[in-house]
């Protein structure tokens, strides 16, 4: 007759069901921990706020660069609507750099001469700005006085 088997490990010392047990089973079984839930929403919730944050600050960023770029084209408008509003006693031709000045009688002239050229006597009452006429016929801003 066959011998009963025998189990050599104590009943005390086994599981019916060891998939359900809160930690590892076996010598090679993977250590199960329980989950801080808490924890892991903070750290979550923290690199989302990181993320976000140096999203917005980039975008500030960009803001202020299209800030100051509205400004530079608002103020180039400016001065090329005076440069065109001046008198000018010749035709600018493309590439050349012109100097703009306010007259005393609150008038604009165009000028080839530069304030260094006039020297300490500048017959106007103003020097607005050095200007390089574009291809376009548009101006482009090289001395703005403030």
Do not use: C
């Not at 306010?102 to 050229?117: N, R």
């Not at 300490?120 to 700005?129: G, K, M, V």
């Amino acid at each position: 007759m066959a011998e009963k088997f025998q189990n050599p490990i104590d009943k005390d010392k086994i599981a019916e069901n060891p998939s359900t047990l809160p930690y590892a089973h076996t010598v090679g079984g993977t250590v199960i921990k329980p989950l801080d839930k808490g924890r892991i929403k903070g750290r979550a919730l923290a690199a989302m706020e990181e993320q976000t944050h140096a999203q917005m600050q980039q975008i500030r960023e960009q803001i202020e660069l299209l800030a100051r770029q509205a400004e530079a084209i608002q103020k180039r408008v400016e001065v090329s609507e005076k440069i065109y509003l001046s008198e000018m006693g010749f035709e600018p031709l493309v590439g050349h750099t012109y100097y703009l000045y306010e007259k005393a009688d609150d008038q604009w002239l165009l000028s080839m001469v530069s304030p260094a050229e006039w020297g300490r006597s500048l017959p106007f009452q103003a020097f607005i700005s050095a200007a390089k006429l574009l291809s376009d016929h548009t101006w482009e801003l090289l001395d703005l006085a403030e």
